[in-house]
């Protein structure tokens, strides 16, 4: 009996591949794989510039109804789409009686807002931003601009939204 059999397990003779030729990488295989990558980042680039110069954002024309007034609590807000559109908008009744209107994704990186009742501010909870209810205005946060905002008409107790007329406020560099 030999002493080799003693010192290495059984399963080492049968698999003979040694540590250091399975974890080495060569440079072939190395650069292969930053091209692969660079290729990937460039084709995401060029969809994104694509989609942005070919295909604008939809345009809101129209009144849209939305609810019955009565539907919506002071304080309560509603979600909804517009037809033809996916981009989400919320509804909000305000304490003070006023009715706002904003798209639903916040300016810094599209999470989902909500309107908190009682406090007059609209929270991004992702990175905590706040939004003014009544203007849309950041009040505190890294969104960069204000909420799109629709203008919201009562016509007895049916709410409708149509494209906002209000003057889009110029960017402020926050940087």
Request: glycine residues 8%; proline residues 8%; hydrophobic residues 35%.
């Amino acid at each position: 009996m030999s002493d080799k059999t003693m010192e290495e397990p059984h399963w080492k003779q049968d698999f003979p591949i040694e540590r250091t030729a399975a974890t080495k990488i060569s440079r072939r295989d190395f650069a292969r794989f930053l091209c692969l990558v660079s290729g990937g980042l460039a084709a995401g680039s060029g969809y994104v510039a694509l989609k942005a110069n070919f295909f604008p954002e939809e345009t809101i024309t129209g009144e849209h109804f939305i609810c019955k007034a009565s539907s919506v609590p002071e304080g309560g807000t509603r979600s909804f789409t517009l037809e033809g559109s996916t981009i989400p908008y919320i509804l909000i009744r305000l304490e003070n009686g006023n009715w706002r209107a904003y798209e639903q994704k916040c300016t810094h990186l599209s999470c989902a807002v909500y309107y908190k009742p009682g406090s007059g501010q609209i929270v991004c909870p992702c990175h905590e931003g706040f939004f003014d209810a009544m203007t849309g205005d950041v009040i505190a946060g890294p969104p960069p601009r204000p909420l799109p905002a629709l203008d919201v008409i009562l016509k007895g107790d049916d709410v409708y939204v149509k494209a906002s007329t209000r003057p889009v406020p110029e960017h402020k560099n926050t940087l």
